[in-house]
């Protein structure tokens, strides 16, 4: 269930920028490939994913970011119990509820260890593209 509520929060977000993304593509190169002979397939995955290519790795990598760091999510309707704990809400507890700021910080460093990969990646291509 919070999963379905994570889907349900980030689906707009990402749908609002994929569609602008999806917009701004020029009629030109789709008209080009219907009349070259490409079916709506090729030319979604030949045309337009490459057109957009640098949106999509901008929602991926916030959607990423989001995931890992999700922590009111499951405070607010589980409060980690049933088996629902996250590394946030670990560190959550362990640094006000239990007072252990050495785990707490660990995690926060698991975390932050966690996010530099996606966003040296995110860097780089957008190096690429400038």
Known sequence: ???????????GFAMVIL?????GIP?????AAVLDGANPLQI?????????WGTIAV??????????KVFDIVLAMTNGQ????????YMFDWMFRG??????????????????PIMIWNI????KEG
């Open 124 to 127: 780089r291509e957008a190096r």
């Open 59 to 68: 929602v991926w990598t916030t959607i990423t970011i989001l995931v890992l």
């Open 44 to 52: 979604f995955m030949k045309i337009k994913v490459p057109q957009i």
């Open 27 to 31: 009629e030109e190169t789709v008209e």
């Open 99 to 116: 007072l252990d700021f050495g785990r707490s910080a660990t995690i926060a460093i698991v975390i932050m260890v966690m996010v530099i």
């Open 1 to 11: 269930f919070l999963m379905v509520i994570l889907i349900w929060i980030q689906t």
């Open 82 to 89: 049933w088996g629902s704990q996250v590394l946030a809400n």
């Open 19 to 23: 569609s602008a993304a999806l917009r």
